[in-house]
DNA sequence: CTGTTAGCGCGTTCAC
DNA sequence: GTGAACGCGCTAACAG
């Protein structure tokens, strides 16, 4: 691998003057710059980002944290995170905390090992103010993902409003029934279980929560509820990966969507227009949060200090398909 | 951000002794060890890898390329990878290739730049000889990952041979016309025709190919399809993405698995199991391949050098769920 | 325009 | 056991 003092080396001028004619700051002799160049060239030089990161320029490292990376959403998040990232000359360091708190510490040890310019991350429990500490006691610029977080950047989706869609379009197909996939901490719950609440007091004995992961336990709920209650039933999921199983399980039983069960996800992955019926799901803007994070994050890398916080929230979209529309049939009868 | 340099002010040591405290290499004296210790602690030191990659003794970076993070299959590599790279004090800078060359190229450069002592990649041509090339100047250890790569260290699944269990098993569900989704240069393909051939001179004559993405054509040809032939039709798929979309057309056009249509994916993603009716699909040693990918690659930074190529594959296994199974029905009459 | 000098944080001799 | 001195590759003064 040759370095500067190499180039210098083979075509007589000082280490210096090789650093100005690369990284083309001052001016330098027209011949002498070209011999360099071409001498660079030749050897397909590349700068030591480590030196440089050693005398104080910057890393052009960020840290990523994600809390699992195999969820295509956290992925879409890092492709698109990576190509900001790479506009700006830097590359992403990425770890996954796997919800794990003494994970995410240790990451961020690591991370500061590599000197890292700034981090973002998707926090495992933004409002623990171990948490907080941590990211200040690394005393770099830092931009929370996904959620929103108190006393940080942080770029965000309304959740709350994303789940007062959920409920209005429910509403709206006639549904006389509800079930929430998820925990009731969920503000996509609290937006959707609000909005619901505004017109109707009894909302709450017409829920059923489903909080299991396990197939066979939400097909016995499921069952079971359908059973009991004619009519239409909303069913809304806090992410398609349930949404998705919560599909199979309902096809399984023959119970039909949109008919008996319109049926909600979140993440809009590429699954959902996929399947059939299409599955309906809040899409958020995946690419816009990405690169907004990370420009965010580089804006404040260049920022001597003392700036104000920012939070971005953004806006997510219901996108209506099969699963949950007015079907045909339901609209002509 | 605290040095060793300062811990050796606070604490009245020289930095060296700093060094051989923190890396326990050498015996310190147990009263100065403990003081260091106890101050290193307390400043919670994280030793500078850049410095420490300067000095020569590695950077404990192992640069990963996959051409799309957000293929789920990717994703899960990653994080295996991330696991394994751990366990062993490694970390990982991640890139993804887009499945374009030229992009593959600078994220080897810029991997380059933050000296890497080890490369995965997941090639996007990995018969170009530029490719190996390029490889071969960056002149550190490199594995190929999922795919078989000459002159380089891979780790690999046949995929010939899956293709070739998946022929066999489509035949003995009573298969009469084949359908395989994707291109026919890929090896799942080649294993799965040949399989074929041996028992079916007019293989090629049952085969239907479906080259494109696009839902809408992919309709057509099913439809067309199966209006004109009667009988049981094999599908398939190059991988599970694939086969979600051709499960969901399928549905649509009421065509049922596997009655008419036995289906099988590649991936074996959770999505899967999800589904209605269940998906068949090949599953790869996801976990085993990347954590022999990290530890061949870790295990070739120690060597010196001159080590033996090292190929490994990995067998793949097909998991028959209801999408092809023969079913009740079936077997009943 | 260009060379000299210094120093980033650390590991590595080499003396003491 | 431990400190002094050096160098990794680079950027940032400073002097010419």
Excluded: W
Aim: charged content about 25%; glycine content about 6%.
């Amino acid at each position: 691998m040759i370095t500067m003092t190499e180039i210098a080396r083979l075509t007589g001028v000082s280490q210096p003057t090789v650093s100005r004619v690369l990284n083309g700051n001052t001016s330098v002799k027209p011949e002498v710059r070209e011999k360099v160049l071409a001498c660079a060239r030749e050897h397909n030089f590349q700068p030591n980002a480590m030196a440089r990161g050693l005398v104080g320029s910057g890393t052009k490292l960020i840290g990523v944290v994600l809390t699992d990376i195999s969820n295509s959403f956290f992925a879409d998040l890092e492709k698109y995170m990576e190509q900001a990232a790479r506009k700006k000359g830097y590359s992403l360091i990425l770890f996954n905390s796997d919800y794990d708190r003494e994970k995410e510490k240790h990451c961020l040890d690591v991370m500061r090992r590599y000197r890292v310019d700034g981090l973002v991350i998707v926090p495992v429990a933004e409002h623990d103010a171990a948490f907080r500490e941590d990211i200040k006691a690394l005393d770099i610029p830092a931009v929370a993902i996904t959620r929103e977080t108190d006393q940080m950047d942080c770029v965000y989706i309304e959740h709350a409003e994303a789940g007062a869609q959920v409920a209005e379009h429910l509403k709206s197909v006639g549904c006389e029934h509800y079930i929430f996939v998820g925990t009731t901490e969920d503000k996509k719950y609290l937006g959707f279980a609000e909005k619901m609440k505004e017109t109707d007091l009894h909302f709450e004995q017409k829920l059923t929560l489903i909080e299991t992961k396990n197939s066979r336990e939400i097909q016995g709920i499921l069952k079971a509820h359908f059973d009991t209650h004619p009519g239409k039933t909303g069913i809304f999921a806090y992410n398609d990966r349930r949404a998705v199983q919560v599909h199979g399980i309902l096809q399984k039983l023959g119970i039909s969507m949109p008919e008996r069960a319109a049926l909600v996800g979140f993440d809009n992955t590429y699954t959902c227009e996929y399947l059939y019926p299409a599955l309906s799901s809040v899409s958020q803007p995946n690419r816009e949060m990405a690169e907004e994070a990370v420009n965010i994050l580089i804006k404040n890398i260049g920022q001597p200090e003392g700036r104000e916080l920012v939070a971005h929230p953004m806006g997510a979209r219901l996108i209506v398909r099969e699963s949950s529309e007015i079907s045909e049939k339901e609209r002509t009868k």
